[in-house]
């Protein structure tokens, strides 16, 4: 298996190359790329300007603490017992190389482009990537730089007119080779047997019969899923099977081998192909891309594609809650909708269907359990009993204070949404009789809660009702908008689930970790110095005493040095939490996250709105 240190030379290693490319290959990456390609990740047009000056302004404020995770890697990598000494070189020239260049001036003058396209994808399962460079020759001089501090050059090999470096260690089974092509970019992996005719077509020496600019695949995929052409892609679950299952290439199962996946396909029994492929109708694709980027916003949508039955299906099961479907205000926002009767009957069908023909491959049996106990699961009487009265929450908190040695300060709004939210009002009152003096009507102005309703130190809490929701409003300031916050109109697709934070929720969340991190710091060197203060050894023992004695000396010296590393490491991730804090808060405005239950399948979402 490719070792953590090779994995790492890969990814840093992307910068070097050599030169060698046909006069007429096509100058876009997608031009290499097969249509039938399982899995692609790439951009058909360059990001825009805007949102590269945002990433760049933002990637200048993280860079001293990338510094400081360097240097800690280095350190850590040194002592380490085994540990490479080209792996701490190759992290401190990174390190010194993008010091202070990582603006469009510093990166431009590594050869780098801002304006690149690139494609991530597979030759079958051999995973290949391309990168457009704006200066070649800028790129050449980095990597004879990167050469010279590391003490060792990469090895070299040719295939035609075409050269290219190898990069990793000698005893791997698979190479990483990587090659310069006009200007692009190219690396991949192969098998140290790899034959001339493999080498070509892992990087592009002969072109695919169709590729996916020509079939026009990603645009058509784009326009379809809603992506914009900046960066998107996919995972063809059936593609990918069928390259597993079916016949493969020696480089295939070269690639499958190091990663230790090394089974022949003669191994693989009938229904285990029958059945993951059975798998791969009803889930034939994970796709990703971004929906909005800009200067301000970034929003990238994941969507874990089914069959038009199945999403049928899913989507049966959001409701629509108050206000759900915006993105929060508050501090800290959270809410979920669910419709519990779709939910026992998707439930029930899926695992009726598993009971009626169990999976017969090995791999798969642990389902069978799975969908029974699924099924066992939604026959709580407790979800009919709510399914009538409950679809969901919308809760956002606009205060969250935490003093020394009390309780939380906090205020904000919760909506619950019910057909029949004068039902969820008889049920509180059942438990607590002041709401069921409340003599609450829908669309109403909030009412107070009496006193001894609420725990001591509650700040005052008000009640309302709309047609479809009940109300909690916790905190003087949020009286006057409960009503509006039942009453919020959707406009959008109802999400399953929802939670964001504004920038000062962030802060809170950060403050948070920092002193439960810094509290574990404290007691850690507290029982150190603890330690230190113990007698280890006796100086009136016997010889044989003290031979033993000081056998148990060299064990605690280990245990000591392991400690003092400990201690090191908990005093490092305060620092780096203690900056993420302060550059997090410093450009992010606002993040989100939303699940939503389509048609199409599971889709999420994930927003942020910069300062």
């Not at 090779?6 to 790329?33: E, M, N, Q, R, W």
């Not at 969250?400 to 009002?425: C, H, R, T, V, Y």
Request: glycine content about 8%.
């Amino acid at each position: 298996m490719l070792s953590k240190r090779l994995l790492l030379a890969t990814v840093i290693s992307a910068g070097f190359g050599a030169t060698g490319c046909s006069k007429d290959a096509p100058d876009h990456p997608l031009a290499y790329v097969p249509a039938g390609t399982p899995y692609l990740l790439a951009n058909t047009e360059p990001v825009p300007e805007a949102a590269i000056d945002m990433w760049l302004k933002n990637a200048e404020q993280i860079m001293p603490m990338y510094d400081k995770m360097f240097d800690s890697m280095a350190t850590q990598m040194e002592s380490e017992k085994g540990a490479g000494e080209m792996g701490v070189k190759l992290i401190k020239a990174m390190r010194d190389e993008f010091k202070g260049k990582v603006n469009k001036a510093g990166l431009e003058s590594l050869g780098l482009s801002m304006q690149s396209r690139s494609a991530f994808y597979g030759v079958g399962l051999v995973p290949v990537m391309r990168l457009e460079l704006g200066n070649p020759d800028a790129f050449k001089a980095l990597v004879g730089r990167m050469e010279s501090k590391i003490g060792q050059k990469l090895g070299v090999g040719k295939v035609g007119d075409q050269e290219y470096w190898i990069a990793g260690s000698a005893e791997e089974k698979v190479q990483i080779i990587i090659a310069l092509q006009g200007k692009q970019l190219v690396m991949t992996f192969a098998p140290k047997t790899t034959d001339e005719a493999v080498l070509k077509q892992l990087l592009g020496l002969e072109l695919p019969k169709e590729s996916v600019l020509d079939a026009k695949t990603l645009t058509a995929f784009n326009e379809k899923s809603g992506y914009l052409p900046y960066g998107s892609g996919y995972i063809d679950t059936g593609k990918m099977l069928t390259a597993v299952f079916g016949q493969r290439t020696a480089t295939e199962n070269a690639f499958l081998d190091a990663i230790g996946e090394s089974n022949p396909v003669a191994a693989v029994s009938d229904a285990c192909k029958a059945e993951y492929q059975a798998i791969a109708v009803q889930v034939p694709r994970l796709s990703f891309g971004y929906t909005e980027l800009d200067a301000k916003h970034m929003n990238i949508r994941y969507a874990l594609e089914t069959s038009p039955a199945v999403g049928a299906e899913l989507s049966k099961l959001a409701v629509a809650v108050p206000g759900l479907d915006a993105q929060g205000e508050g501090l800290f926002d959270f809410g979920f909708g669910l419709d519990l009767n779709a939910l026992v009957s998707f439930v029930n069908a899926k695992s009726g269907a598993v009971a009626a023909a169990p999976f017969q491959c090995e791999s798969l049996q642990s389902l069978n359990d799975n969908f029974a106990k699924a099924r066992e699961g939604v026959s709580n009487p407790g979800i009919f009993m709510a399914a009538a009265a409950f679809k969901g929450i919308n809760a956002s908190l606009s205060k969250f204070e935490m003093a020394e040695g009390q309780p939380p300060a906090i205020e904000g709004k919760i909506a619950i949404a019910s057909d029949n939210p004068q039902s969820l009002l008889s049920m509180a009152g059942s438990f607590a009789p002041q709401f069921a003096s409340l003599n609450l009507q829908p669309n109403q102005a909030p009412v107070a809660l009496p006193v001894d309703a609420l725990p001591p130190g509650t700040p005052p809490a008000y009640v309302a009702m709309s047609d479809k929701a009940l109300g909690l409003a916790i905190g003087e300031s949020q009286q006057g908008s409960l009503q509006a916050f039942l009453t919020a109109e959707n406009k959008g697709p109802s999400p399953l689930l929802h939670y964001g934070l504004n920038g000062a929720g962030m802060a809170t969340f950060f403050d948070m970790i920092i002193k439960q991190s810094e509290a574990q710091l404290a007691s850690a060197e507290a029982t150190q110095e603890i330690a230190g203060d113990v007698e280890t050894i006796d100086e009136t023992s016997t010889d044989e005493t003290a031979a033993d004695e000081a056998s148990g000396e060299i064990s605690a010296d280990e245990g000591s040095e392991d400690s003092a590393k400990n201690l090191a490491e908990l005093r490092a991730s305060v620092e780096s939490m203690k900056a993420m804090r302060e550059i997090y808060t410093q450009f992010i405005a606002r993040a989100d996250f939303t699940v939503y239950a389509t048609d199409r399948g599971i889709e999420m979402g994930y927003e942020i709105e910069m300062k």
